[in-house]
């Protein structure tokens, strides 16, 4: 990775294409990355309908490695990594001894000893600093920050398959990409550096990640766009990334994850596995567990009856829009938009667990709307055995 002379911003090996190819670029995460190309409803529809890439190179990746990784990531997830076959991947948190948040991430298991963690650009640093702290003085764990070498590349949508599996790199390996399953990796050895591929997507449809080192970074992308135009393909930015994972109630880390609340007031208890075994926040949980979290995340809509017996929209709900229960303050709002799928306003909040749903409003610009409670997903992906949708 490399650094923008103007604003310190890093750079990912696709910045420059994504700067001459029109996108509108933004900070993000300490990187440069494109928030839109052609606008976040038609890339939004693209990923819905055809398939869309994504550049998403300011993910961590930090290899594990050594006889002793298995037992001492365990401890660190909340979700069981341990007795995993080859080739699996688990969506987990690492969480604090209080049972805050510090990351919700994918742990691969490549090899018996050669793991792989994929963290949020947000979080990078911190995640790094754990783990090695962690794992100081612990026999048998080596680390390897790999970052900075690595380049991500996600290919989502309904043609995802038809695509990757036009890639040269990939024409020996067609039986590996046609046997992966949701939640399933392969390492591919290359010239350059070893390719990872898995299918763990974030937007609720079929779709592949491609690891890779930073020099096969922009040959990968350019490839993907020539053999895929008959398939529709096109860039997609950060806007529409965000919009995609909202509507299969996707967790993002900085709404409905913080280091000040748990995982089990965020919504993935499921990603929580506290019977038999031990881990950093563990106590904290199982307490939390048995008395019951003081707080849920729970789907709302709003509906605003008077404006839309107008028929104006009903207004959007962003992240951070306080939410009451009767004249009481009862939680905020932690990603808010109107779905393009659903065309809903729709909402997901963190309220106190005794509130009672019929009573709950929402404060939008200065007043309040009523909002209902109701069931996420508030799209169903679209993907066999996805673990997340299963609430």
Same mark, same amino acid.
């Given at each position: 990775?490399t =650094?923008?002379?103007?604003?310190?911003? %890093?750079a =990912?090996p696709?910045?420059a294409w994504?700067?001459?190819?029109?996108?509108?670029m933004?900070?993000?995460?300490g990187?440069e990355?494109?928030?839109?190309?052609r606008?976040?409803l038609?890339?939004?529809?693209a990923?819905?309908?055809?398939?869309?890439?994504?550049?998403i190179?300011?993910?961590?990746?930090?290899? &594990?490695s050594g006889?002793?990784?298995?037992?001492?990531?365990?401890?660190?997830c909340?979700?069981?990594?341990s007795?995993m076959a080859?080739?699996?991947v +688990?969506?987990t948190a690492?969480c604090?001894?209080d !049972?805050?948040?510090?990351?919700?991430?994918?742990i691969?298991?490549?090899?018996?000893?050669?793991?792989?963690?994929?963290?949020?650009?947000?979080?990078?640093?911190?995640?790094?600093?754990w783990?090695?702290?962690?794992a100081a003085?612990?026999? !048998?764990?080596a680390?390897d920050?790999? $970052?900075?070498?690595?380049?991500?590349?996600?290919?989502?949508?309904?043609e995802?398959? &038809?695509l990757?599996?036009?890639l040269?790199?990939?024409?020996?390996?067609?039986d590996?990409?046609?046997?992966?399953?949701?939640?399933?990796a392969?390492?591919l050895?290359?010239?350059g550096g070893?390719w990872? +591929?898995?299918?763990?997507?974030?937007?609720?449809?079929?779709g592949y990640?491609?690891?890779?080192?930073?020099?096969?970074?922009l040959p990968?992308?350019?490839?993907?766009?020539?053999?895929g !135009?008959?398939?529709?393909?096109? *860039?997609i930015?950060?806007a529409?990334?965000?919009?995609?994972?909202?509507e299969?109630a996707?967790c993002?880390?900085?709404?409905?994850?913080?280091e000040?609340w748990?995982?089990?007031e965020a919504?993935?208890?499921?990603a929580?596995r506290?019977?038999?075994?031990?881990f950093v #926040?563990?106590?904290a949980?199982?307490?939390?567990?048995? &008395?019951?979290?003081? @707080?849920?995340?729970? #789907?709302l809509?709003?509906?605003?009856?008077?404006?839309?017996? @107008?028929? %104006? *929209?009903a *207004?959007? &709900?962003?992240?951070?829009a306080?939410v009451?229960?009767?004249d009481e303050p009862a #939680?905020?709002v932690? $990603?808010?938009?109107? $779905?393009p799928?659903?065309?809903?306003?729709?909402?997901?909040?963190?309220?106190d667990?005794?509130?009672d749903?019929? @009573?709950l =409003?929402v404060?939008i610009?200065?007043?309040?709307h009523? +909002?209902r409670?109701v069931?996420?997903?508030?799209?169903?992906?679209r993907v066999? #055995?996805?673990p997340?949708a299963?609430?």
């Amino acid at each position: 990775m490399t =650094t923008t002379d103007d604003t310190q911003l %890093r750079a =990912t090996p696709l910045t420059a294409w994504h700067r001459d190819h029109g996108a509108r670029m933004v900070p993000f995460a300490g990187f440069e990355m494109p928030v839109q190309y052609r606008g976040v409803l038609a890339e939004h529809a693209a990923v819905r309908e055809r398939v869309g890439l994504f550049d998403i190179t300011h993910m961590g990746e930090i290899l &594990a490695s050594g006889p002793g990784v298995e037992a001492w990531l365990d401890g660190l997830c909340t979700n069981r990594v341990s007795g995993m076959a080859d080739g699996k991947v +688990v969506y987990t948190a690492m969480c604090r001894p209080d !049972g805050g948040v510090l990351d919700d991430m994918l742990i691969y298991r490549l090899g018996r000893e050669d793991w792989m963690i994929v963290c949020n650009a947000s979080n990078h640093d911190k995640i790094a600093a754990w783990v090695a702290g962690r794992a100081a003085g612990v026999a !048998g764990v080596a680390l390897d920050d790999a $970052s900075d070498r690595t380049a991500m590349i996600a290919v989502q949508g309904p043609e995802a398959a &038809a695509l990757t599996g036009r890639l040269a790199a990939l024409r020996g390996s067609a039986d590996a990409l046609d046997a992966l399953e949701f939640y399933t990796a392969f390492a591919l050895p290359r010239p350059g550096g070893r390719w990872i +591929v898995s299918r763990t997507g974030y937007t609720g449809e079929r779709g592949y990640e491609l690891y890779v080192p930073n020099a096969d970074a922009l040959p990968l992308w350019e490839e993907l766009l020539a053999l895929g !135009g008959d398939l529709g393909v096109e *860039p997609i930015g950060l806007a529409a990334r965000d919009t995609l994972r909202f509507e299969p109630a996707y967790c993002l880390y900085g709404h409905e994850l913080s280091e000040d609340w748990t995982p089990l007031e965020a919504g993935i208890g499921w990603a929580v596995r506290l019977k038999d075994r031990d881990f950093v #926040g563990r106590e904290a949980l199982q307490r939390q567990k048995d &008395a019951g979290p003081p @707080r849920r995340l729970v #789907g709302l809509e709003v509906t605003a009856p008077e404006a839309v017996g @107008r028929d %104006r *929209p009903a *207004p959007i &709900a962003r992240q951070g829009a306080p939410v009451f229960c009767g004249d009481e303050p009862a #939680g905020f709002v932690t $990603s808010g938009t109107k $779905s393009p799928t659903l065309g809903r306003s729709l909402a997901l909040a963190l309220i106190d667990a005794g509130c009672d749903p019929a @009573r709950l =409003t929402v404060e939008i610009r200065d007043r309040r709307h009523p +909002v209902r409670v109701v069931s996420y997903p508030f799209l169903a992906a679209r993907v066999k #055995g996805d673990p997340r949708a299963a609430r």
